[in-house]
């Protein structure tokens, strides 16, 4: 039996995703299939997230909207959590005059992995957001003010910033060696810049399915 699946929000139109499938066993348990190539909407409690090209960060970001089928019965709550890790991506033949980037053979993505809904079920997903390549540039003495308003910030990015503005008061999410400190600060006392990536999570990391997710009737609540 084909479905329709939907977001619903407040104010939000309805709009298809993509057609499912629903399942029937023997025992009358109900699932459906949501297939891959559907995007879901995610958000994030900051409006931002600054992460260095190469670094890596474990996040949880949460579905935006209820996804329902054409019935409106809800398959994915909003406020879902979506666990996974923003991850870099090698770009390979990317050429220095085509992007602005200093480090343009680097791209980042969210890989989600897990989704826990509000009932603390939780459901193995494989999808994955787009790959962002642009970059903003630190400079040093720079005023980053801009870039770090109401943003998560990364380690690595972190430490970028405080060794270019002497900003010491930046809050990270995860902390980072002293290894990785040493080996930034000798290339930024070299270049006295760096690129980074500011990632807007409701523009940027909007999660696509990579293979069809099964959710039972159980699994919703």
Not at 127 to 152: F, P, V, Y
Not at 202 to 220: A, C, F, G, H, Y
Request: glycine share 6%.
């Amino acid at each position: 039996m084909a479905m329709a699946l939907t977001t619903a929000g407040a104010i939000a139109p309805m709009i298809a995703l993509a057609p499912a499938q629903a399942q029937y066993n023997l025992g009358q348990s109900r699932s459906t299939t949501i297939p891959a190539n559907v995007t879901l909407p995610v958000t994030y409690e900051k409006e931002k997230i600054v992460i260095t090209p190469g670094e890596s960060m474990s996040i949880k970001l949460r579905i935006a909207n209820d996804i329902i089928d054409r019935n409106r019965n809800v398959l994915i709550p909003a406020r879902t959590e979506v666990v996974g890790r923003l991850e870099p991506v090698e770009l390979y033949g990317r050429s220095s005059s085509s992007n602005r980037n200093s480090d343009n053979s680097k791209g980042v993505r969210f890989v989600a992995s897990e989704l826990v809904f509000p009932s603390g079920r939780r459901l193995p997903i494989n999808a994955n957001s787009r790959t962002i390549t642009e970059t903003e540039r630190i400079s040093k003495g720079a005023n980053t003010g801009q870039i770090l308003t109401d943003a998560a910030i990364g380690a690595g990015a972190a430490t970028v910033i405080s060794l270019l503005t002497g900003n010491r008061k930046v809050e990270v999410l995860e902390p980072v060696a002293g290894g990785a400190v040493g080996a930034a600060a000798s290339v930024l006392l070299r270049k006295n810049q760096a690129d980074v990536f500011v990632l807007r999570p409701e523009e940027d990391l909007d999660i696509t399915l990579t293979s069809n997710l099964v959710i039972s009737r159980n699994n919703t609540y």
